[in-house]
């Protein structure tokens, strides 16, 4: 199985997540099944229906997350030392060469992503396109739009 980079910021979550699955949504679950099932005939129990469902969607996730943690290469981005390079983790700053705006981005894994918080997938084409530059280099993405070109002011390891 292939390692899966994650922050230490997005494996804490992932933990924290699976804690509340375990010993919050389960037991909640499985109370409310046992509650529908008190209360007779189930072929036409639709609150044993949707206990039955949310325990079915709740054990997936706390195996996908198992999953992930399990094959998760956790990187600290405090402890990097890139040479100024872009990679997982970093914290770039760019400048969009079309209009001037400055923004800040830090490259995580799949499942912290975020954009509004300026958090973005190591797969999306922007990250894929700023892996492996420095500070003065030029970046261009091809979006939907178009290309769009970003001049890289400042790489940080954050």
Do not use: C, W
């Amino acid at each position: 199985m292939s390692t899966i980079p994650v922050t230490k910021r997005g494996a804490e979550m992932l933990k924290e997540e699976l804690q509340r699955l375990k010993h919050v949504e389960r037991p909640a679950v499985v109370l409310a099944i046992a509650e529908a099932r008190a209360q007779g005939d189930l072929s036409e129990n639709a609150e044993y229906d949707a206990a039955k469902d949310k325990q079915g969607f709740i054990e997936g996730r706390i195996q996908e997350i198992e999953g992930k943690l399990s094959a998760a290469q956790i990187i600290d981005p405090s402890s990097l030392d890139a040479g100024g390079r872009v990679v997982f983790g970093a914290t770039v700053e760019m400048e969009v060469e079309s209009t001037g705006d400055v923004v800040v981005y830090q490259i995580v894994g799949d499942d912290e992503a975020d954009l509004k918080d300026g958090k973005i997938s190591i797969g999306s084409p922007i990250a894929r396109a700023l892996i492996g530059k420095e500070a003065g280099d030029l970046a261009t993405v091809q979006a939907p739009g178009g290309a769009r070109n970003y001049e890289i002011i400042e790489v940080r390891y954050i």
